[in-house]
T-cell receptor, first 114, second 115 residues
Framework: ETGVTQTPRHLVMGMTNKKSLKCEQHLGHNAMYWYKQSAKKPLELMFV???????ENNSVPSRFSPECPNSSHLFLHLHTLQPEDSALYLCASSQDSGAYNEQFFGPGTRLTVL | GENVEQHPSTLSVQEGDSAVIKCTYSDSASNYFPWYKQELGKRPQLIID?????GEKKDQRIAVTLNKTAKHFSLHITETQPEDSAVYFC??????????????FGTGTLLAVQP
């Protein structure tokens, strides 16, 4: 198992539910990312946190709410999602968000919105 | 904004043959180009990257070439093996002046190596 873990690995939720995705990295990194991966689409960057500060919100709808309490943990709070939000949500981390740092990905959470 | 196009979307080769995947980017200010490999049901993992001040980089059977003038870069895999079968993503990063490592990804290439 690599240094980036995500829970849960699978999640099925209704459109009125509220749920949260969790990401944890054990690599001592200071930057963390949320990506959305849909079939036949490129990986879409959603949010970037650098030293716990959000530095990027890629025009993500407000029904997705990120939280980064410390450099090791990242959450994605979900509420009133739509079926088109069904996708694989990947978390990644890197040493920091600058320059040429490699991003290490977690295994992802497969989300299905009914 | 930055756009990355990747071709082909699927590629099937015989074991031992070479495979080439091509990407083009739109923003001439892009300066970093990583390639990620994602095996079925697994996470993307970096396999090779190249910076804009270099034209070619090689790591064993994998090589990447960059043509800044034409704004395209390619992944070359020689002597392919069945374990090379995966989806390969290219990406481009623009230097926003310090803080943000914002990668724009291509749509991916499904490589199938037939034994």
């Amino acid at each position: 198992e690599t240094g980036v873990t995500q829970t849960p690995r699978h999640l099925v939720m209704g459109m009125t539910n509220k749920k949260s995705l969790k990401c944890e990295q054990h690599l001592g990194h200071n930057a963390m990312y949320w990506y959305k991966q849909s079939a036949k689409k490129p990986l879409e960057l959603m949010f970037v946190y650098n030293f716990k500060e959000q530095t990027e919100n890629n025009s993500v709808p407000s029904r997705f709410s990120p939280e980064c309490p410390n450099s090791s943990h990242l959450f994605l709070h979900l509420h009133t999602l739509q079926p088109e939000d069904s996708a694989l949500y990947l978390c990644a981390s890197s040493q920091d968000s600058g320059a040429y740092n490699e991003q290490f990905f977690g295994p992802g959470t497969r989300l299905t919105v009914l | 904004g930055e756009n990355v196009e990747q071709h082909p979307s699927t590629l099937s080769v015989q074991e031992g043959d070479s495979a080439v995947i091509k990407c083009t980017y739109s923003d001439s200010a892009s300066n970093y180009f990583p390639w990620y490999k994602q095996e079925l049901g697994k996470r993307p993992q970096l396999i090779i990257d190249i910076r804009s001040n270099v034209g070619e980089k090689k790591d064993q059977r994998i090589a990447v070439t960059l043509n800044k003038t034409a704004k395209h870069f390619s992944l070359h895999i020689t002597e392919t093996q069945p374990e090379d079968s995966a989806v390969y993503f290219c990406a481009a990063r623009k230097n926003y002046g310090g803080a943000t490592n914002k990668l724009i990804f291509g749509t991916g290439t499904l490589l199938a190596v037939q034994p």
